[in-house]
Nanobody
Framework: QVQMVESGGGLVQAGGSLRLSCAAS????????MGWYRQAPGKQRELVAS???????NYADSVKGRFTISRDNAKNTVYLQMNSLKPEDTAVYYC????????WGQGTQVTVSS
């Protein structure tokens, strides 16, 4: 059974930091690229950051230099370190596995106050 469980969200002031975690189960985690997505109210879900099975990373322009994606294959977990948060980062954040695109978790809410 494929499952993604996101955690680590919360309410933070602008300029603050949060670290999101996503524990994946039911997949060959080390063989999969992973991505963090977000969806703000009234907007489409967008890709924020991704990491390949080999550890190569890619970021949306809006978060470059502020967010860092990483993975721990021993723990089947992908992380998103978010620094210098802005109000426009407010959204529900989700993780997803490249070869299991239809499986989404419940997401974790990130709210950044100005």
């Amino acid at each position: 059974q494929v499952q993604m469980v996101e955690s680590g969200g919360g309410l933070v002031q602008a300029g603050g930091s949060l670290r999101l975690s996503c524990a994946a189960s039911g997949i060959a985690f080390s063989l999969n690229g992973m991505g963090w997505y977000r969806q703000a109210p009234g907007k489409q879900r967008e890709l924020v950051a991704s990491i390949t099975s080999a550890g190569r990373t890619n970021y949306a322009d809006s978060v470059k230099g502020r967010f860092t994606i990483s993975r721990d294959n021993a723990k089947n977990t992908v992380y998103l370190q978010m620094n210098s948060l802005k109000p426009e980062d407010t959204a529900v954040y989700y993780c997803n596995a490249a070869n299991y695109a239809r499986f989404w978790g419940q997401g974790t809410q990130v709210t950044v106050s100005s």
